[in-house]
Structures are given as C-alpha cells and as structure tokens.
C-alpha cells in the first residue's frame, strides 16, 4: 500500500500555496467534524484575512516543509530558527528551532507523515545548530500532549493566546 512508504519532503514553494491551504483546510474541518473548534475557530484558514498571504511570504522564505505521496501533498511543516512573539519570555532557549505547525492529511494518506515531519524538524534544527526545538499547541488536548511527551517535549509554561485559548509551550533539547 503507497500510504506505507515515507513521504517525500521537499521545500514548499510559492506554487504549492493554494495545495497547503487546501491541506489545511481540510484538517481543518476535520477537527470542526470531531467537535474540536476550539483549536483553531471555525474560520478555515483560507478564508482568515491576510492568511493565504503569510502562507505564500512563508514558502519564500523557506520555512515550509512538505510531505507528499504520489504528488499529492499529505502533510507539512512549518518551523524557522526564531521563537515567535507569543511566546512567554525566557521559555525557549535562544536559537531554538520553533515549530510553527505540524499538520498531516486526516485519511489514510496522512499515516506515518508526522513522524517523518518531526524527524526533519529535528534535522533541520541540528542542521542551524539549534539547542532545542520548541512548539506551541492548544493545551485542552490530551492527544497532542500525549504526542509529544512521546517525541520528548517537555511543558515549560502555558499562557492563553489572542484569542484567549489555553496553549502549552514545550521544548526538546537537543544537546
């Protein structure tokens, strides 16, 4: 079955853009489906002003990942060497490697892509000689902190976003 080989990665390009949205869209509405709304709204993403926009500026700048099989795209990563503003200070090293998102197709398409997507999130981290690698993600869901317990990030602190959304930071040294 083609849904067991590894996915190919390569850099997104400003080409890929309306394929990403499509791809986050969908997982998107997988989550409004599983009753989930409180992740990231109800607004999908490609539908949030200026959002198509930063996606687009994203894949220029090289911070976009993607996954694909049997050209088709089946995940993606999007993780720069600079910690957002969001983020509490003195939560993350200075130079980590921030993971943006990680986000992978729902069906059967999507299996083993977060792994692989995660493996070169690490990569790509040692590859700037990054301490650590650090990501943010909504704190009501025991099945993301149980993901990366799993991957071996550790809560360093919890703060509540725009929108008033309890979110987790986690940091996995690398050193």
Request: hydrophobic share 40%; aromatic share 6%; glycine share 8%.
């Amino acid at each position: 079955m083609m849904a067991t080989l590894p996915p190919h990665l390569r850099p997104a390009t400003p080409d890929d853009v309306p394929a990403l949205l499509d791809l986050m869209d969908s997982v998107h509405a997988w989550l409004i489906a599983q009753d989930l709304p409180e992740q990231w709204g109800t607004v999908p993403f490609s539908q949030i002003p200026g959002f198509p926009g930063r996606v687009a500026e994203w894949t220029g700048l090289g911070v976009i990942t993607l996954a694909e099989r049997d050209g088709r795209q089946v995940g993606m990563l999007a993780a720069a060497p600079a910690t957002p503003p969001r983020i509490p200070p003195g939560t993350v090293p200075d130079g980590s490697m921030f993971i943006h998102t990680v986000m992978t197709d729902r069906g059967p398409a999507g299996r083993g892509v977060g792994p692989a997507l995660m493996a070169e999130a690490e990569r790509l981290a040692r590859t700037h000689d990054a301490p650590a690698l650090a990501l943010d993600h909504w704190a009501d869901s025991p099945v993301l902190g149980r993901v990366y317990d799993e991957h071996g990030y550790v809560k360093v602190a919890d703060y509540f976003d725009e929108h008033h959304v309890r979110t987790t930071v986690r940091v996995r040294p690398l050193r």
